[in-house]
């Protein structure tokens, strides 16, 4: 089921929020309360953010790699989250799984740039130096941060 819709003008508003809400009518199980909400929308995480931050990855796994257990990107991956994002309970149609790493995906640029952030000084911490190139968003936030 769809749980949220945008509109990008008053106009498309509308001409097609009243059809919307008869569908989220139609569709929601009326045992229990509907709350509708409006916020402006807030760009996700950047494609330049996001490819930087899977070299990060791939860095850092080879880097854990030179002891006797070999890192995967992905365990890299699970690894930052579990030390900078932390842990949230998600719903799942009606089941609630608890305690589950929290994701990137949802994380807003200003979010992926604090995560990012926090990353990058913990390999400094571990003496590792982590790339930051000319012209990506990361790099940008943390211009603009000074």
């Not at 854990?64 to 900078?84: I, P, T, V």
């Not at 994701?103 to 911490?125: E, F």
Request: with cysteine; proline share 4%; hydrophobic share 40%.
């Amino acid at each position: 089921m769809i749980n949220y819709y945008i509109f990008n003008s008053r106009e498309q508003l509308m001409e097609e929020g009243p059809a919307a809400l008869r569908r989220i009518g139609m569709l929601w199980d009326w045992r229990q309360q509907l709350r509708i909400e409006y916020m402006p929308v807030v760009p996700l995480r950047t494609l330049s953010q996001n490819a930087l931050y899977w070299v990060w990855m791939r860095q850092l796994a080879v880097e854990f790699s030179k002891g006797e257990r070999f890192f995967a990107e992905d365990n890299m991956h699970d690894l930052c989250r579990h030390l900078h994002l932390g842990y949230e309970d998600i719903i799942v149609g009606h089941t609630e799984i608890p305690h589950q790493l929290k994701s990137t995906t949802k994380l807003t640029k200003n979010q992926m740039s604090d995560y990012m952030m926090k990353i990058d000084n913990w390999a400094i911490d571990l003496g590792i130096l982590l790339p930051r190139p000319d012209g990506n968003e990361y790099t940008k936030y943390m211009e603009a941060a000074r």
